[in-house]
């Protein structure tokens, strides 16, 4: 099925789709009148762990678990069977971290404090619409990240460093065409100006630590595309039909890194010719034709844009990435017992937040590391707002790409 947008994109459209036409289980629950027929209702039970003896917060967070089930079975019903089911995984951690507005006209069926944890049962009706609204609502917000192109370029000869050279530049034009942004031309010269060093660093694929934190800080990178690009003469192979024409070869080998974490999301390499009269001409249309092969390229026929599988990966992986991403606290101010309570604290009241692992402690020092379905900026903003549900006073001293230093207090 053709589309312009991104074979994932297409995938969780469809299923949203899928949803809206009114698929799946015709189960229903006994007693609910008026319910015939709901084939996107359904009960879920869901469990908390009492803290504090909070019987109202766990509540709560009982509330979401049920909700995220009954959201999950629904989607489960729809994709079995069909190519989307792959994605099952990604798009139950799309919906976990936001469940408010999916299931609507719900009521609870059965509640109570059980050996520690709070277990109640809802009765609902997903709303498909909820669902699709956050499911774009994630792709745009973490499937499209912000790119900069950092590749050597020998074209007729001539070595070309990032910024306007004729890859960059095609590139901005075929990924632009499915929403994707880039880092300006312009700036990515002036930073080669700036620190020749760090910039050298990024084109090795070096982008860890200081290159990380300079290259989004100044530029807002979220994905760095590197490597080789190279052109070279195979006119001869044509003389025989044309003295006039000129044939060229392009090799592109690329990889595409997060900048959060250093991964490498994917990497290609593809070659292909270019004929044209003029040799200039004829190696940009080479570089061209092999950017098409593995990026993407609008169909003749009907005009939409057809995602490659070099972009396909860097999406299906970044978006992966955004919805578990590992993110280092670096923390001062509490003892070991207030460490533990602010660890326990976090993983189950702050939303997004899947697991806290501790990484040692010093004193009144520590880190820990938050598996967190979003940005750094997402991890801060929640910590920031829910310091006083939390139970601490927290103060948010530096954010980097992937780690927050904070200090803390007990209240």
Request: hydrophobic share 40%.
């Amino acid at each position: 099925m053709k589309s312009n947008r991104l074979v994932l994109f297409v995938a969780l459209m469809f299923l949203a789709a899928a949803v809206s036409c009114g698929g799946g289980s015709k189960k229903q629950v006994k007693g609910e009148s008026g319910k015939a027929g709901c084939e996107l209702c359904g009960e879920a039970t869901g469990y908390a762990q009492i803290f504090d003896n909070d019987q109202s917060l766990a509540r709560d967070r009982a509330i979401d678990d049920a909700m995220n089930k009954l959201v999950g079975s629904k989607l489960g019903t729809f994709v079995a069977g069909t190519s989307v089911v792959e994605d099952f995984a990604l798009v139950s951690s799309i919906v976990e971290a936001k469940t408010s507005g999916m299931v609507r006209n719900w009521k609870v069926l059965k509640e109570g404090a059980q050996e520690g944890s709070f277990v109640i049962t809802i009765y609902g009706e997903v709303f498909p619409q909820a669902v699709n609204d956050t499911i774009e609502a994630t792709l745009k917000n973490y499937g499209r990240p912000k790119f900069m192109v950092l590749i050597r370029e020998t074209f007729e000869g001539k070595q070309n460093m990032p910024g306007f050279t004729v890859t960059e530049l095609t590139m901005m034009e075929i990924m632009g065409n499915s929403g994707f942004e880039f880092v300006d031309a312009g700036l990515t010269q002036q930073l080669m100006r700036r620190d020749a060093a760090k910039m050298q660093q990024a084109m090795a694929g070096q982008v860890k630590g200081a290159v990380q934190d300079f290259l989004m800080d100044a530029a807002g990178a979220e994905v760095v595309i590197v490597g080789e690009v190279k052109t070279s003469d195979q006119s001869g192979a044509i003389a025989a039909y044309s003295k006039n024409m000129k044939s060229k070869q392009a090799i592109v080998n690329i990889k595409a890194i997060d900048m959060y974490t250093g991964a490498i999301l994917a990497t290609t390499s593809a070659n292909a010719p270019g004929v044209h009269i003029d040799g200039d001409t004829a190696s940009k249309a080479a570089i061209q034709n092999c950017l098409k092969r593995v990026l993407g390229k609008t169909d003749e026929d009907t005009g939409k844009f057809q995602s490659g599988p070099f972009m396909n990966q860097i999406t299906r992986k970044f978006l992966q990435s955004a919805t578990g991403r590992m993110i280092m606290l670096t923390i001062t101010g509490l003892d070991f017992a207030e460490l533990t309570k602010f660890r326990n604290e976090v993983q189950n009241r702050v939303r997004g937040v899947k697991k806290v692992y501790s990484r040692g402690q010093a004193g009144r020092a520590a880190k820990i590391e938050v598996e967190f379905a979003g940005k750094t900026d997402d991890l801060a903003q929640e910590l920031n707002a829910k310091s006083q549900a939390l139970g601490f006073e927290i103060e948010i001293k530096e954010t980097y790409p992937n780690k927050i230093t904070i200090t803390a207090k007990k209240l």
